[in-house]
């Protein structure tokens, strides 16, 4: 047989022409020794007819994919596509160990769910298609703020972050304001409110959870192969992180102020906050799209929000999608 000339595939009665050189690059199954012009294969022509045409361009829809497809590329030995389906289905579900590898989640895949054909016997393959964000493990950061005469006065205030991260707590951080501590864990992805109503004597906190970052699918081109549903596209359009803005209003100057991530104001990432004084201030936020407000925080906050309103006549956080 030449690697390079047509070759002619019967499965199942159907009759499919394509290279030699294709089918070479992708399936460890067809015995190539064999001298015939024609292979047949006792398989399904349908899925196969899916898999041919990934075989010959590199990639393939995600909507086109089911367990039929799944199931024959394991019979043909598609080792790269298979290997990319295990990692979008292991990132999907977000359950097991964390992996850092390709090679790593594709071990964790076997180990965890026995194979293509054992995860889908689980009930699993609905989640190659889409995230489970129910059953999916979570990482949680805490916010913290601590106030008052223990900290050098009434009005002093202090903020800190900790993280717990595949179940074990992250060193505590500091910050100088809330808006920078939410933030950072919003740039982070957490976005959840996990227990809102965790005030407890001097400390105002509330935890935020994501869902845990089993495996980076974004990092690996090894899952570029596949075109993205539309709810892969509407997650990436609308799953976009969220950042915050504080308006303060001081009545006896009747002036704005507001606190906000530097990089807003110019591309300088090493500092956190800004203050902005003047009327034009609340056009900024809209200009700059902090049109949401997020009402929930004053009431998780509750202590610091009155602290503020001592010296503020409004004080409120808007957000914006980035």
């Known amino acids: 047989m030449e690697s390079g000339g047509p070759i002619t595939i019967n499965v ?29 294969v006792d398989q399904d022509p349908v899925p196969f007819a899916v898999l041919l045409a990934y075989m010959r361009r590199g990639n393939i829809k995600v909507d086109d994919i089911d367990t039929d497809v799944l199931t024959l590329a394991e019979f043909l030995g598609l080792e790269q596509f298979l290997l990319a ?15 850092s590898t390709d090679e790593e989640i594709a ?10 054909r054992g995860a ?54 500091s910050c100088d304001s809330l808006v920078g501590a939410l933030n950072g864990i919003f740039a982070k992805d957490y976005t959840s409110h996990e227990d809102l109503d965790r005030q407890n004597g001097y400390i105002n906190e509330a935890t935020f959870s994501r869902r845990a ?38 009545n006896s100057q009747v002036r704005y102020e507001l606190i906000t991530p530097s990089q807003i104001l110019k591309d300088d990432p090493s500092a ?20 949401t407000q997020e009402l929930g925080l004053d009431e998780i906050f509750v202590t610091y929000f009155n602290l503020l309103k001592r010296k503020y006549t409004d004080c409120r956080i808007y957000s914006r999608m980035i």
């Open 272 to 291: 956190t906050t800004n203050i902005i004084e003047g009327h034009g201030t609340h056009l900024y936020l809209q200009k700059h799209k902090f049109i």
């Open 12 to 40: 199942g009665g159907t009759k499919f022409t394509t290279s030699a050189t294709t089918l070479i690059n992708h399936s460890s199954y067809i015995n190539w020794k064999d001298d015939s012009d024609e292979i047949f």
């Open 120 to 173: 889908i016997s689980e009930g699993l393959f609905p989640f190659f298609l889409k995230q489970d964000d129910i059953d999916a493990e979570r990482d949680l950061a805490t916010v913290f703020v601590e106030f008052g005469a223990a900290l050098g006065g009434v009005d002093s205030v202090r903020f800190s972050v900790t993280e717990c991260i595949n179940g074990e707590i992250q060193k505590k951080r």
């Open 213 to 250: 970052h089993r495996a980076e699918q974004n990092t690996s081109s090894t899952t570029r192969i596949f075109i993205p549903t539309d709810n892969d596209e509407r997650k990436r359009h609308y799953g976009r992180r969220k950042q915050l803005a504080m308006y303060l209003l001081e």
């Open 107 to 116: 071990t964790a895949f076997e180990q965890v769910h026995g194979g293509i």
């Open 85 to 99: 389906v295990k990692i979008r289905w292991y990132y999907n579900v977000g359950r097991g160990p964390v992996c």
